[in-house]
């Protein structure tokens, strides 16, 4: 594809191999104003017409099979691709094309980095509250299998005293002083259990096991001088066990252990009703939580994620309403069969609340890889379907970790290693990536590392400078002292797409073919020379115009 000319060879045109621009990553780097935007929009526009134009002369239609999907945080791209048939942009709330990134989507790293899962309690049962709601388990059942292992638990035990003919397990020191506290817990986990059991039979016979362990606890219970709170026990009898014996059983009937196990995992893209999850995780806590610090720390969790699900601006992309499959959130928003849904998509997440937006591009991201991946593995011979994946603002988004950096998922890490994994992986799976950043001295070193072909604009600060310097070879070193005077639309191409680096004049796109990132008229608009000064302002909050 013809990408423009060459100012230091007579105007020649450049022509790239769209293979090698997109096949081992391109990351297109300058300051801001200095014409990346139109080079990523001129890049898709050149590839569809080149790639039409070739399906027509071999005697195709000439609509190319190609996916270029846009991320968007500052909705740019929105208008820049309207004459290509079938564009989808999707925004929230819009009528046509809604933006969707389920939560249901999401998968427990992504859960635990928007949620600040906590490694210690909160981590743990926010996985098995996915788990089980993915496999359509209800808390109740949940519950009743946290009462059926305490019950098989203290049958056991008390089997054990049961059978024990010499009294070891009961009698003397520390025999005694174990039963006692065995009897003790037992009374005590039964109560607890039983305030989240209906009234009926089983809530009947715990809170009679409760109140006969606790009745023959309390009768071989003595005071202990130096540590009240650890009392002693006289010696137990196996009388004392045999009252005990036959409610346990009558509870294991009431309180049947499960047949299997849940199989399934808690990543799965399984739909699940996500308004529950907090709920969920609740009353997880309060059935099997043996420790009543547990709850207290698990509302910190479910607070935020009430929090998330409760934000206006964000329902109606995380919780669509209606009922919509994974099958069908594919070919949406990553592409249909032979594109026959268009070859563009424009992610615009501009009115997306900012401290959403990372995990949503990670979601995305995510995604597209993943499909990609499964996609290569079914194919008889292991054909990928080739995607690109572009980001804007790519330095906010895939930002160099730090030394000393927190271990914990967080969105801004989370999205960085997204990206990594397919700046390492995706070419092997059909993903290409296209960066664009101002900042590349704040770009992740991995991705950096893993593009192949660089586009470089005008670039002034100077550790910007210092990093594209150690990118390229040392004899292209003189070329790249005209980055910081370069002007808008002349670039520097470097790397697995040419032979040698050069100086590219970009093709020109016309004003309807631009992303929307102009310099702003200031004078001609206070002067009132510019049609932008006769248009008036309209601010939107909470979805009223003012």
Known sequence: MRIGTSPMANDAPIHVDPDKIFGR??????????????????????????????????????????????????????KAFQDIDNVRVFRPGDADNPLLIPAWLWNSHEWAAVSQAQPGAQRPLLNQALRNLRAGRAAREVLNITVARQIHLYSTKINVCLADATGASYQG??????????????????????????????????????????QVATNHRTNN????????????????????????????????????????SEDAPVSFDVEKLADYIEDMAAGGASNPNVTTFISYLTLRIRGLTSTPS???????????????????HIGASQANNGTVAVIDLSMVPSDA??????????????????????????????????LEEAHT?????????????????????????????????????????QRPAELSPTVLAQCNTFLLHRIVNDSDQDLVQRLVPDNVGALLRDLPSL??????????????????????LSRDERPQSEDPDFWDVWT?????????????????AD
């Open 25 to 78: 990553h391109l990351a297109v780097l300058g300051n801001t104003g200095s014409g990346k935007s139109c080079s990523v929009a001129g890049m898709i526009r050149w590839s569809l017409e080149a790639a039409a134009a070739a399906r027509i002369a071999g005697g195709q239609d000439g609509r190319p099979n190609a996916r270029f999907i846009v991320l968007d945080p500052n909705g740019e791209y929105t």
């Open 314 to 332: 964000l329902r109606s992309v995380i919780l669509p309403e209606g009922d919509i499959t994974f099958v069908d959130w594919l070919q949406n």
């Open 225 to 264: 001088r130096n540590n009240a709170n650890d009392p002693y026990y006289r010696d137990f009898s196996i009388a004392d066990f045999r009252h005990l014996a036959p409610l346990l059983e009558q509870a294991k009937v009431a309180f049947p252990p499960p047949v299997l196990e849940m199989e399934g």
């Open 397 to 437: 988004f895939i930002k160099r970790g730090r030394e000393g950096e927190d271990v914990l998922p967080s969105p801004s890490r989370l999205c960085r290693e997204a990206f990594e994994r397919i700046a390492r992986e995706g070419r092997k799976f059909g993903v290409g990536l296209v960066l664009s950043s």
């Open 357 to 390: 937006t990372h995990v949503l591009i990670a979601v995305f991201a995510r995604l597209v890889f993943e499909a990609s991946q499964r996609y290569r593995k079914q194919r008889e011979k292991g054909q990928p379907l080739p995607t690109v994946l572009v």
């Open 173 to 214: 020191f520390p025999g005694s002083k174990n039963a006692g506290a065995m009897l003790t817990n037992l009374a005590n986990v039964m109560e607890e259990l039983a305030e989240h059991v209906p009234a009926g039979d089983a809530h009947d016979v715990l809170m009679e096991i409760a109140g006969r362990a606790e």
């Open 487 to 508: 002007p808008s639309r002349q670039a520097i191409l470097l790397g697995w797409a040419t032979p040698l680096p050069v100086l590219v004049e970009l093709r020109e």
């Open 528 to 544: 009132g020379k510019s049609e932008r000064s006769i248009v008036g302002r309209r601010f939107q909050m909470g979805g009223q």
